[in-house]
Nanobody, 118 residues
Framework: QVQVVESGGGLVQPGGSLRLSCVIS????????VDWYRQAPGKQRELVAA????????YADFVKGRFTISIDTNAKNTVYLQMNSLQPEDTAVYYC???????????WGQGTQVTVSS
């Protein structure tokens, strides 16, 4: 059974940093792409960062240079989203998504709340 579990959200002041974690179990990591999305109140869910099974990363323009997506090189079942220089507009629920490159089957986590406020 596939499980996607996010953690690491919280309240942070503008300019601060957070690192989100996404632990995925029940998959062969080499056959999945992993993305981070976010959804702010009243807005559509939007892609923040993506990591292909080959290690290629892409970012939304609004986070380029501030956020970094990476995989835990030891555990290899955890994907991180390092978020620096956070701003109030980054406030949202952040979701992790795993997508099979073979079947396109998609698994979502429950989300973790990030609030940027002074």
């Amino acid at each position: 059974q596939v499980q996607v579990v996010e953690s690491g959200g919280g309240l942070v002041q503008p300019g601060g940093s957070l690192r989100l974690s996404c632990v995925i179990s029940g998959i062969f990591f080499s056959t999945y792409a992993v993305d981070w999305y976010r959804q702010a109140p009243g807005k559509q869910r939007e892609l923040v960062a993506a990591l292909t099974n080959g290690g290629t990363t892409t970012y939304a323009d609004f986070v380029k240079g501030r956020f970094t997506i990476s995989i835990d090189t030891n555990a290899k079942n955890t994907v991180y989203l390092q978020m620096n220089s956070l701003q109030p507009e980054d406030t949202a629920v952040y979701y992790c998504r795993a997508v099979s490159i073979l079947t396109q089957r998609t698994y979502w986590g429950q989300g973790t709340q990030v609030t940027v406020s002074s």
